[in-house]
């Protein structure tokens, strides 16, 4: 649409989202101008993360999906997030998702940091007449809920078939991390993770019982947390199971049963607690034992991030170059689930 605020006659940009902060708690907004027929296109900002605030410029519904793939050139991902009251925070959708955008709304995109610009087309228009929030997919999905009592968040997971264990594009989105949140809950790919905080994973439907999926929490020490799931279509027989490996303990999480902790340091990424999805009743086991750390590089950076719980004896991490020479050694923090090598200092090559 062509907008102007009548409050002071600005002239709202076609396709640009706008965030409105009242002076008072409740109040009115008055716009006006001429019904948006054709189509447009907005160039993105690629400075900082790349985040872009979009809107939809139509009186109608938008595909999500049919703009995320006519424009996946210029994107990090085929995700937008979007701002849900429900849970007071950003939702992740992604193109498997067929998010229909309400009229005028808001939403985000990143760039990928290249020129570019994503299309909204008078073709993408549709028609609705429900909430697109609701959860209607006959697919199954799981809900994994995290609340300090004051704040609730949110990451899902989809099992579809023909998607893998690795990054899907339009399958897997990340989570929001255009402002800090002190409380935020993700996961991590099964495989070949490489750092992102995803939040939403699609998974293959046919592996329910070898699937582990790393469960990334981030929460402030001394506040009591609890982290529960919901379902859809889970297939009878398998239930979720929440396993801590910093004290060695599986939860079921049903209708009926939560996970509670009150943590005394902060937490902060993946490492400490994994998803299981399995028919057998969970306890302690040599797996649950197996200490899983995730390793990899930032060229951005220079450095090499290890994830995961350590044991509890002096762990060290040791860099070879090729001929089998010690280049870089350093003690890790047990305490952590996150420790962090500086390899500026070395030269480009394989180790």
């Not at 993105?44 to 993360?49: I, N, R, S």
């Not at 350093?330 to 030269?347: F, M, R, V």
Request: a negative charge; proline letters at 3%; aromatic letters at 10%.
């Amino acid at each position: 649409m062509c907008i102007r605020d009548s409050s002071n006659g600005d002239l709202l940009n076609e396709s640009q989202g706008y965030i409105v902060n009242l002076s008072a708690a409740s109040g009115d907004i008055s716009f006006s101008g001429t019904m948006n027929v054709g189509n447009t296109s907005k160039a993105l900002a690629t400075t900082g993360e790349g985040y872009n605030l979009l809107g939809n410029p139509y009186t109608s519904y938008i595909d999500s999906s049919a703009m995320l793939t006519g424009s996946s050139g210029s994107l990090l991902s085929q995700t937008i997030w979007v701002w849900n009251q429900a849970n007071n925070t950003y939702e992740t959708k992604v193109t498997a998702d067929n998010f229909q955008l309400a009229p005028g709304q808001g939403f985000f995109i990143q760039s990928n940091g290249g020129v570019g610009s994503v299309a909204i087309n008078e073709s993408f228009q549709s028609h609705q007449g429900t909430d697109t929030f609701l959860r209607t997919a006959e697919r199954t999905e799981v809900y994994l809920t995290l609340s300090d009592g004051s704040s609730i968040k949110e990451c899902k997971l989809y099992y579809i078939e023909g998607t893998t264990t690795g990054f899907d594009n339009g399958f897997d989105g990340p989570t929001f991390r255009a402002f800090p949140e002190p409380l935020s809950i993700y996961t991590h790919l099964v495989t070949n993770n490489f750092g992102m905080d995803i939040g939403l994973q699609s998974l293959p439907i046919d592996d329910y019982e070898n699937l582990v999926i790393p469960v990334g929490i981030d929460a402030l020490s001394g506040t009591e947390i609890t982290i529960s799931a919901s379902t859809l279509n889970l297939p009878a027989g398998i239930d979720i199971y929440l396993e801590d490996r910093a004290v060695n303990t599986f939860t079921l999480l049903n209708a009926n049963s939560d996970f509670t902790l009150t943590p005394t340091d902060d937490l902060n990424g993946t490492g400490r607690f994994y998803l299981h999805t399995s028919s057998d009743t969970l306890g302690l086991n040599e797996n649950a034992l197996a200490y899983d750390l995730q390793i990899y590089s930032t060229n951005a950076t220079k450095q090499i991030i290890i994830k995961g719980q350590l044991s509890s004896s002096i762990t060290n991490a040791d860099l070879y170059d090729l001929q089998g020479k010690l280049v870089f050694s350093k003690t890790l923090d047990q305490s952590s689930n996150s420790n962090t090598l500086d390899i500026a200092g070395l030269s480009s090559g394989l180790y």
